[in-house]
């Protein structure tokens, strides 16, 4: 090509995108590639794979929920909250999210995601420290990332070590972020230990409740209620209204001050729409008969205990049930026995547990009979057996 001639830019050798080609056989080859699976109305396997923990999704209660917001209110907000897409229904639910998590207000979110991004992106930025316990969901860690501060991670459930990296820092804020129940094994987070380190080094503490609304606490209020620290001026709690609540959408509960502040700086809230009313008309339902039947947690706890201990499993603290399987191929050919032998369950391969460790997740919900968790527990046995030659029963 001579000086001052210009390449055709409609001649390419390669596309911009042939390397997915590439990387998607990686993915393959490693056992990580996923598939869309939908669901059927009419199918009747038996789900242990969603987060269902209440069986509240298709309650004929919170069904009814969601019609009468939806007829009222219609299919969609229409807009961002801050424009047209608050209704009375959002601020109803608001209000009554904060007397059952016992703090001073609470702002909701178009999902649990964006409630973790939101929270933690405006709160802290450049110049900041965030701790951020190992085990915390993908939602709060890319909260971190977005925040831009200085964050630091430290082993699952490593209090001390937390206290240590808040009492060297030089930043003038900060924040410690966890799960109260971790999403992979059902476990409980050492929250209190958390918050003594943060409040003994100026910090404030978010917790995320996702796994624990409707499973811990009294009536299902969470861990934070149950340790009696709701309400603690330094914590923040976000939760789901995807989970126990059976609908669609996250939530904040804290201070005014703190929704305020979200209101006018939260990205993830103020750029989206709104949450769809029907979904705000079936998480207030589902809370309102969280209310009238507070035994739902103690109904679905006992349930995944009966389920760990026919599997062979650690006893969650949780809805949570995680059987270790070792390889991604095998989990997933363990998931795929199951789902022939007409039983749905979780596999969970990296990058969302450590290399080695694929598992098959069992989540429970309160309305499972005992017979049902029975054989639930013979399919994992069998299915297992059958891939890998190793039963799960038994096991500790």
């Not at 915390?136 to 209090?159: K, N």
Request: glycine share 10%; net charge negative; charged share 20%.
């Amino acid at each position: 090509m001579t000086a001052g001639e210009i390449s055709d830019p409609t001649v390419r050798t390669a596309s911009a995108l042939d390397w997915l080609t590439e990387a998607a056989q990686v993915r393959e080859n490693a056992g990580l590639h996923r598939v869309l699976a939908p669901r059927a109305a009419d199918d009747a396997a038996l789900n242990l794979a969603s987060n269902d923990y209440l069986g509240l999704s298709s309650d004929p209660r919170v069904v009814a929920g969601a019609v009468e917001a939806t007829t009222r209110w219609g299919a969609g907000a229409t807009a961002s909250r801050l424009v047209v897409g608050t209704t009375g229904a959002h601020t109803a639910l608001e209000a009554d999210l904060a007397d059952f998590l016992g703090t001073e207000s609470a702002l909701v979110f178009s999902s649990g995601y964006l409630a973790n991004v939101g929270v933690i992106s405006s709160l802290m930025g450049r110049g900041d420290l965030i701790v951020s316990d190992g085990g915390a969901h993908a939602s709060l860690i890319d909260g971190c990332r977005l925040s831009r501060a200085r964050v630091v991670v430290t082993d699952r459930g490593d209090h001390r070590a937390v206290a240590e990296i808040l009492a060297a820092r030089t930043e003038a804020r900060a924040m410690v972020v966890t799960d109260s129940v971790y999403s992979i094994d059902g476990a409980v987070a050492p929250v209190a230990e958390l918050h003594d380190a943060a409040r003994a080094h100026g910090a404030v503490l978010v917790v995320d409740e996702a796994h624990a609304l409707g499973v811990r606490g009294r009536g299902g209020r969470g861990v934070v209620d149950e340790l009696g620290l709701a309400g603690a001026a330094d914590l923040v709690v976000t939760a789901v209204l995807s989970k126990s609540l059976g609908s669609q959408g996250g939530v904040v509960a804290a201070s005014t001050a703190v929704r305020d502040h979200l209101v006018d700086r939260a990205r993830s809230f103020i750029f989206d729409t709104g949450l769809a009313p029907g979904a705000v008309g079936a998480a207030a339902a589902a809370l309102q008969v969280l209310r009238s039947e507070p035994t739902l947690p103690d109904r679905v706890r006992a349930a995944a205990r009966r389920l760990a201990d026919r599997c062979g499993a650690p006893v969650p603290d949780g809805a949570v049930v995680s059987v270790v399987i070792g390889e991604p191929a095998d989990a997933v050919a363990v998931a795929a026995a199951c789902r022939d032998r007409g039983v749905l369950v979780g596999c969970f391969r990296p990058p969302s547990v450590p290399p080695g460790t694929s598992r098959i997740r069992l989540t429970v919900r309160a309305d499972l009979t005992d017979a049902e968790i029975d054989h639930v527990a013979q399919v994992l046995h069998d299915a297992r057996a059958e891939v890998t030659g190793t039963p799960s029963r038994g096991e500790r």
